[in-house]
């Protein structure tokens, strides 16, 4: 009976070290700064590179449009715009995407299985507005650093803008948020999670992420009329864009557009020396092993 209980306790002393292995561990690569290479459970995950692009909806192009918003890219990210001129001489988008470099991968990893929780990215794009009959007056609005929150389908990002307008029942000026929860989403495909093995060199996905709402609608008011200067004309383009069901019934499903990201990272076995913490376990392993042969030849 004593052999059995010290052979059990031995057992179950074997199974902490292998247990200590398997902890889920969050760990974030970023591609600069002390974190461009990173250990985790018996793997190093390094060479973070990739893109993301906000894809204007065509609702969003109309209602840019509606009130002549010129589109920039906030370094080190840039802008790709199709434009044509109306027969009045007016140059109106056709499509719009904001791209911008990615910085950083969130993400918790087994050993086995590595999952990605957020994605981060810097730079983004300006808008800027002059007085027009979907404005009361010029504005400028900022929107970059963006970090994709996958668990809770939340973008958050650095809201940075200024309007001096001035009309009466309208409240413009300055807003100055760093990482605000601005948009959610409604869906995400392309693989998120990736088996990781001795054999595994890289890791990478293509992803695109659906149906970008306000988290708030209220910042239709607070943040884009606000600071692009906007009447109610460029309020009910705006407004449009945001309602999940137009006025005419028809469903909204894009929102604001799509993210399209393309990512990857090398992956490499650890260099196999135990840590301090192993070694202890492994003693402790031992030292049960060899309290359980004792008792047995007594």
Request: aromatic fraction near 6%; hydrophobic fraction near 40%.
């Amino acid at each position: 009976m004593n052999f059995n209980k010290s052979l059990i306790a031995a057992s179950a002393l074997v199974a902490l070290v292998g247990a200590a292995h398997a902890a889920v561990e969050t760990k974030t690569l970023t591609t600069t700064g002390a974190t461009t290479s990173v250990d985790s459970n018996g793997y190093t995950f390094s060479q973070l590179s990739g893109t993301g692009s906000l894809v204007f909806s065509s609702s969003l192009i109309t209602a840019v449009n509606l009130a002549q918003v010129q589109v920039a890219p906030v370094a080190p990210g840039a802008t790709t715009v199709t434009t044509s001129t109306t027969s009045t001489g007016i140059v109106r988008y056709t499509s719009v995407s904001a791209g911008a470099p990615v910085t950083s991968l969130t993400n918790n990893f087994d050993g086995a299985t590595l999952n990605v929780t957020n994605v981060g990215t810097a730079g983004g794009a300006l808008l800027t507005t002059s007085k027009n009959s979907a404005t009361n007056g010029p504005g400028q609005l900022s929107i970059s650093n963006l970090q994709v929150d996958l668990t809770n389908k939340i973008i958050f990002a650095d809201v940075v803008g200024n309007s001096t307008a001035a009309a009466s029942g309208f409240t413009y000026g300055s807003v100055n948020l760093s990482r605000y929860a601005l948009w959610s989403f409604d869906s995400i495909s392309g693989p998120t999670s990736f088996g990781v093995n001795s054999g595994t060199t890289t890791i990478g996905s293509q992803n695109t992420i659906t149906g970008l709402f306000l988290v708030n609608a209220s910042d239709i008011e607070n943040i884009f009329v606000k600071t692009l200067g906007l009447n109610n004309t460029g309020r009910s383009g705006l407004t449009s864009v945001n309602n999940r069901v137009s006025s005419t019934g028809v469903v909204n499903t894009a929102g604001f557009g799509n993210i399209l990201s393309n990512i990857s990272a090398s992956v490499a076995p650890v260099s196999q020396v135990p840590e301090p913490s192993t070694y202890m376990l492994m003693g402790l392993g031992l030292v049960g092993l060899g309290l359980a042969r004792r008792r047995a030849a007594r």
